[in-house]
């Protein structure tokens, strides 16, 4: 099993920034897609950004594209979202994911940090 901590959150200004830092423990870090999630009130959850167990390639919603960057220390078992420009739209829950190899679900899920974004 894979648990996931993260830590970052908090309250910024809109076009302020944050990072938020997702802490792995057990032996299967490296071996699984990490991805970054975030729930709003009242609204469903969506998908933020994805990186490869290499941390090779990435993806980010159109919404994220250009502002957010996901990066990853397989050495320190960690995954980091860099939160740029942050919008009010930006505020939400944000969830760190882990998918191990060849998986269609993600099996790990953190405790989420909120994130609000203040205009």
């Known amino acids: 099993q894979v648990q996931l901590v993260e830590s970052g959150g908090g309250l910024v200004q809109a076009g302020g920034s944050l990072r938020l830092s997702c802490a792995a423990s057990g032996s299967t870090f490296s071996n699984c897609v990490m991805g970054w999630f975030r729930q709003a009130p009242g609204k469903e959850q969506e998908f933020v950004a994805w990186i490869s167990r290499s941390g090779d390639s990435t993806i980010y919603s159109d919404s994220v594209k250009g502002r957010f960057t996901i990066s990853r220390d397989n050495a320190k078992n960690t995954v980091f979202l860099q939160m740029n420009s942050l919008k009010s739209e930006d505020t939400a829950v944000y969830y760190c994911?882990?998918?191990?190899?060849?998986?269609?679900?993600?099996?790990?899920w953190g405790q989420g940090t909120q994130v609000t974004v203040s205009s």
């Open positions: 994911a882990g998918r191990p190899t060849g998986r269609q679900k993600y099996d790990y």
